[in-house]
Each structure stands twice: as C-alpha cells, then as structure tokens.
C-alpha cells in the first residue's frame, strides 16, 4: 500500500481526504515513481472544486512532483529505476508513489533538488512558453504580469527580467509588491483601479504589446484596456473565477487585440516541446537567473491547509507538499 490524497466529490479543502491505496503497477510505457516533493499549483484548486473536470473518482489530484524511479514497465527506454526525474501535467501528483507514462517524465540535473524541481516543472515551463512562445519577449519590451508575487509571477519577473523586459507587476498588497519588486518587477502596482492609468503614465502612452493575466474575470476588461493597438491578452488563469464570454466586437473596439487561452498540456504535448521547455527552464534555474522561491511547504497529508493558504492569497511564490 501507499499513501495519498483523494477527493471522492468536488468542493472545499475538506474534501480531500489521507488514505491508503494500493501501489500501482507500472504498465507498458509507464514508470512507478518515488515522490519526495510534490508542487501544489492553482490547477490543482480547480480540479477539487469541479471547476475542470475529474477524469474519474475518487481522484488523487496534483499534476507535478519529483522523485526518484524505482520500477518501469514494459517498453520503457527513457529512464530506468534509480533515475532523479521531475514531471508536470499527468494528474495523480498527491501520492508518496505514483505510475506515470515515461515519456511525461524529465531528468532532473544533479544540481537541482528534489523540492526545486517539484517547485518549478509547471509554473516555470508555464513561464517559459508565455514569455518564449506565446508572446516571443524582447529586450525593450513593457509587459504587464498579473500575480506577480505567486508562483509562475515569480519566476515571470525574474525570467522577463533576464529577457530586457519591464516588468509591471500587479499585486494584491505592498508586501507582495516589495517580493515582485525584489524578483525583477521594475515596477508594482497595487490593485487593479488604477492599473490602466499606471500602465500609461509608465509607458508614456504607449501602453504593452502584451498581458500576462492569471487571474481571469476580476481582470479581464481592465487587462485589455492595457495593451497597445495589435496587443496580445494572454488570459492563461481563471484564479477570480473564469472569464465571461467575450463580444468580439470588444477587440476591434480596443484596438485590433488578439486573445489567447493557453495551456501548459498545448504547448508541451510533442515530446520534443517538454524536453526544449525543460531544457530552457534548468537552464536558467542552473545559471541563477531565476531562482525558484519555496516561500511555503507543507506535509503531503495537510494538503487541505496548503489549498486554504493558495486560495486564500496567503502565499507568495511556490508551495512544495512533503510526502
Ligand atoms: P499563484 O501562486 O499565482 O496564486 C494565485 C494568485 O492569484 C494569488 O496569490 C493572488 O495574488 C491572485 N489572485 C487574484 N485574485 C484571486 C482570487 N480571487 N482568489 C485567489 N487568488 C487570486 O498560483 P500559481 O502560480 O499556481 O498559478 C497562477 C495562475 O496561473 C493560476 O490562475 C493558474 O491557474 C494559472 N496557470 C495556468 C497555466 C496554463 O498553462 N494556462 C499553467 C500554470 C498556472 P494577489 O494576491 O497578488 O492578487
């Protein structure tokens, strides 16, 4: 047997629950992993409230984590037992062991700890293929990054930072704006009144080609109301609830904007995508240029406090569950 967390309904923190399943069996393609850490993430929220929908029930949740290798099934070529490997995606992360297809799976680099990486797989691809990919960012560019002090905003700032960019970050209080500010936000904005006023007086007018906003519906319309003609919204987060349906008119209105709802499983759904992601990311963590901020962990079997922290806004940067 092994240990994990699962919700047999949607709702509150209180519905996941600590108990004893049986140790999966690797099948053909799949490794069983070892966890040490595991990453709590805001996706995780939505699969125990039934904002995303669960596969199946009882459900263990969690879709990232590190650990170590210790059997894999038939026709398994990447990695063999003794492996250090990290994964973001595959849902079942909450569980000190877990089977998972083997080609979902990253070595992780000696340098790198286990608690890093389960920090860092999906808030910091998330990060790489929002400021790499979906909008390519410049040296020059004014980019505005909502959450800025949470766990993708953290490693967004430094990482834009590094990139030549300027970073806005938005925040919800001035302790958060003093850690965004301290990760290479160049400036911080408190709230969201006075956003598109602050974005102009920065930006002498010109307003940003594009706006990184996780927050979703509380923000929508305002993160519009940031960009330059031709910008890019990249609405990647529904942490306010999700965003109404849009009139399309209101783009041509604004200034010809496109709009984008990305996913981390889009962009690194071809093998070859994960590795250049995971690549790009142990490249920057290994180099210093952004370091990952484990502000919080706590034990696997409290999951439910970490979630009331998350939701709560009580936390900055990432959270590590202990198994
Ligand atoms: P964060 O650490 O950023 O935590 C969420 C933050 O959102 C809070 O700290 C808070 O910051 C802000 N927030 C604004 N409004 C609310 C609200 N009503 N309730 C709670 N929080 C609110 O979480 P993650 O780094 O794990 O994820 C950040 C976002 O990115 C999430 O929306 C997540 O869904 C999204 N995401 C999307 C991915 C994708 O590929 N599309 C992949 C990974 C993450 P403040 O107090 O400063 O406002």
Redesign the pocket.
Known sequence: MTKAIRIHVNGGPEVMKWEDVPTPEPGPGEALIKQEAVG????DV?FRTGLYKAPNMPLVIGQEGAGTVTAVGPNVVAVAPGDRVAYAGPIGGYATERVIPADRLVKVPEAISFQTAAAMM??GM?AQ?LLRRTYTVKAGDTIVV????????LIMCQWAKHLGATVIG????EQ?AAIAHANGAAHTVVGYANLVAEVKRITAGAMVPVVYD???K??FLTSLDCLAPLGLMAS??????PVPPVELGLLAAKGSLYLT?????T?TAKRADLERAATDLFDVVGKGVVKIQINQTFPLKDAAAAHIA????K?????VLIP
């Open positions: 709590l993430n805001y996706i939505y999906l808030q998330t293929y909502h959450a800025a002090a949470g766990g993708v905003g938005v925040v919800s209080s958060k996780s927050v979703g509380d923000t990647y987060g529904s942490a306010s609830g709802r990305p996913t981390l499983a962009y998350l939701e709560a806004r936390t900055t940067g990432s959270t």
